[in-house]
């Protein structure tokens, strides 16, 4: 409804919440510009960028061929990183708690707590084990 209500020449800007093949599909014509999930694009992560310099590929996405630019900012540096330690250790320490309780549905439990923010490959039940490849990887995203 908002895209048809827009001029034809209009530049859209999106944020990553509206990424889907559906939605690029509805904007065929028009110009566009909006950020890919990291989570769903792991390999463009893999570039080596130095800090304030970017990165220019093209491939197809959602279905369709973007251009595709990848920025390191320097002034975002450690913002990104110590968000995610914070939640790790408080996400790692509920789960180790629920661990330890011991219930019948603990591990389960834990299980759910670790999904819920998209650990459950890097803290590792039952013995909470942290993967150390896994947790790398994640830290090169940032």
């Not at 960028?49 to 595709?68: A, K, N, P, Q």
């Amino acid at each position: 409804m908002i895209v048809d209500k827009l001029p034809k020449d209009a530049i859209i800007i999106f944020d990553r919440g509206y990424n889907s093949a559906d939605n690029i599909k509805m904007l065929r014509g028009r110009k566009y510009l909006g950020p890919l999930i990291k989570l769903d694009h792991m390999d463009l992560m893999n570039y080596p960028l130095e800090r304030d310099l970017f990165f220019e590929t093209y491939r197809t996405v959602y279905g369709e061929y973007h251009r595709i630019i990848i920025y390191h900012s320097f002034r975002l540096d450690g913002k990104p990183v110590k968000s995610f330690l914070k939640e790790f250790r408080t996400v790692y320490t509920r789960a180790n708690d629920i661990v330890e309780r011991g219930d019948s549905d603990s591990l389960e439990k834990a299980r759910l707590q670790l999904e819920s923010r998209n650990l459950n490959e890097t803290i590792l039940l039952p013995d909470m084990r942290i993967d150390q490849e896994r947790l790398n990887a994640r830290f090169r995203m940032f």
